[in-house]
């Protein structure tokens, strides 16, 4: 199994920062790739960025510019800088895990952390 925690997020003005992390214990020696996934209410999960054990990096169209998404390998922990944040920021986040092993993909998620940008 894998665990992965989460810390940051919170409430925050329009054009602010936040940062949020994600640690990764357990069954990570196959963790090919982290990432960050959010959700808000009425809408699907969406990829917000993700990075391999590579440092290849991904992000959504919408945060390009404004997120930087880095990793720890030594830590096993991925931190997200988000920038110039917007009100269609908000969501709840949630950190992502996937694991290849054995021939199969498995994803692993945090218990989600909200995300407010609001006046």
């Known amino acids: 199994q894998v665990q992965l925690v989460e810390s940051g997020g919170g409430l925050v003005q329009p054009g602010g920062s936040l940062r949020l992390s994600c640690a990764a214990s357990?069954?990570?020696?196959?963790?090919?790739?982290m990432g960050w996934y959010r959700q808000a209410p009425g809408n699907q999960r969406e990829l917000v960025a993700a990075?391999?054990?590579?440092?290849?990096?991904n992000y959504a169209d919408s945060v390009k510019g404004r997120f930087t998404l880095t990793r720890d390998n030594d830590k096993n922990t991925i931190n997200l800088q988000m920038n110039s944040l917007k009100p269609e920021d908000s969501a709840v986040y949630y950190c992502?895990?996937?694991?290849?092993?054995?021939?199969?993909?498995?994803?692993?998620w945090g218990q989600g952390t909200q995300v407010t940008v609001s006046s």
């Open positions: 990075i391999t054990s590579g440092g290849i990096t």
């Open positions: 357990g069954r990570i020696a196959n963790m090919y790739q």
């Open positions: 992502n895990g996937r694991v290849f092993a054995k021939g199969i993909t498995s994803d692993y």
